[in-house]
């Protein structure tokens, strides 16, 4: 079988005499060297965003946020070792715009349920694990239109390039629409059910500090002198 390039490179020859096709391929030093950049490329997004969530969010949100955002990079990860996808610029990408998109659809859960709490609840109040759960149930009613609809917006465009055939690199399309269907579903049911347990271990040790009155502080003890300041009303 004649191969696209063989095709075209006949083509070109039959069109243009002066023209000198030459064959090129990349080096093992040269896709090492892709290797590496991707990763550093991808380390350093995983980094900026964990300190993002660290400094805007509670470490209870935090920590929820990134373990779903490493869930859905190594599921997408995963993904390109099993349809063994060529590694390129293009892939990387596409793992960039995973984690985006993913991190976003999670602050925007996160951010309704710290707005539930704020409008409903006391800072002083005490959750308990089912006001805890109903608050992130109804964080996630109010939010999965939005994220179902943004999925499905952005999966219909991938889709519509799809059709165009090579309009875009297949490879990025394909791992697109894996990633976007990992990280709504990561958002929902890995980071919000992570964040109510986190949450209600946080609040069970305030009521433990509360009870046992752990930020009272005692009173200054007064020396007492006969004559001087030992006088009882």
Known sequence: LTSKSEI???????????????PYGMSTVEAKGL??????????????????????????YSIAAIVGLIHDALMTIAFIAITRLQL??????????????????TI?????????????????D???AQ??????NKAVVDTIKRSIFTSI???ATVLVLL????????SFNIIMIFGLAVGSYSSIFICTWLWVKLETKRQLKIKKHIDTKYWVMPGPDEQTFPGINDFIA
């Not at 390129?88 to 659809?105: C, E, K, Q, R, T």
């Not at 925007?108 to 002083?124: A, G, L, M, P």
């Open 88 to 105: 390129s610029p293009i892939i990387v990408a596409a793992v960039l715009s995973i984690v985006a998109f993913s991190i976003n659809d």
């Open 108 to 124: 925007v859960v996160f951010d309704r349920i710290r707005e539930t709490i704020r409008n409903e609840h006391s800072s002083r």
């Open 131 to 136: 006001t805890i759960k109903s608050i992130a």
């Open 35 to 60: 290797v590496k950049n991707a990763l550093l490329s991808v380390l350093a997004s995983f980094i900026g965003i964990i300190l993002y969530t660290l400094v805007r969010l509670k470490w209870t």
């Open 126 to 128: 005490f959750l308990d």
């Open 153 to 155: 917006t952005t999966i």
């Open 8 to 22: 075209i490179t006949s083509m070109l020859k039959d069109n243009f005499t002066n023209i000198e096709v030459i």
């Open 163 to 170: 059709a165009f055939g090579n309009a875009t690199d297949f």
